[in-house]
Nanobody, 122 residues
Framework: QVRLVGSGGGLVQTGGSLRLSCAAS????????MAWFRQAPGKAREFAAA????????YYADSAKGRFTISRDSSKNTVYLQMNSLKPEDTAVYYC???????????????WGQGTQVTVSP
């Protein structure tokens, strides 16, 4: 089974950018759809973006469209989330996840990274 380690979070001002990374190990990276979810304090975990096994298809939540870009590098077994034009409402813990197919619900993914905090100051 794949293991996931997320990184790249931090504190950024409104309008700034961050790139999150999620390194996979332990299984064949290209077998899995990969996704990013986020969870703000007191709120449910919500879908942000997903990418197909080969990287040819990407999916975004409405809140992420036009600002976030998900990508994957199979040579590095890593998935990325480039976040631009960040807003205070993007503040959350961001989790990467892997699963057998595309989905926008957390229960559709079977393996999770440990989460990385993103804080956007006003």
């Amino acid at each position: 089974q794949v293991r996931l380690v997320g990184s790249g979070g931090g504190l950024v001002q409104t309008g700034g950018s961050l790139r999150l990374s999620c390194a996979a190990s332990g299984s064949t990276f290209s077998n899995y759809f990969m996704a990013w979810f986020r969870q703000a304090p007191g709120k449910a975990r919500e879908f942000a973006a997903a990418i197909s096994r080969g990287g040819s298809s990407t999916y975004y939540a409405d809140s992420a469209k036009g600002r976030f870009t998900i990508s994957r590098d199979s040579s590095k077994n890593t998935v990325y989330l480039q976040m631009n034009s960040l807003k205070p409402e993007d503040t959350a813990v961001y989790y990467c996840a892997s699963g057998p197919y595309y989905g926008s619900r957390p229960d559709e993914y079977h393996t999770w990274g440990q989460g990385t905090q993103v804080t956007v100051s006003p």
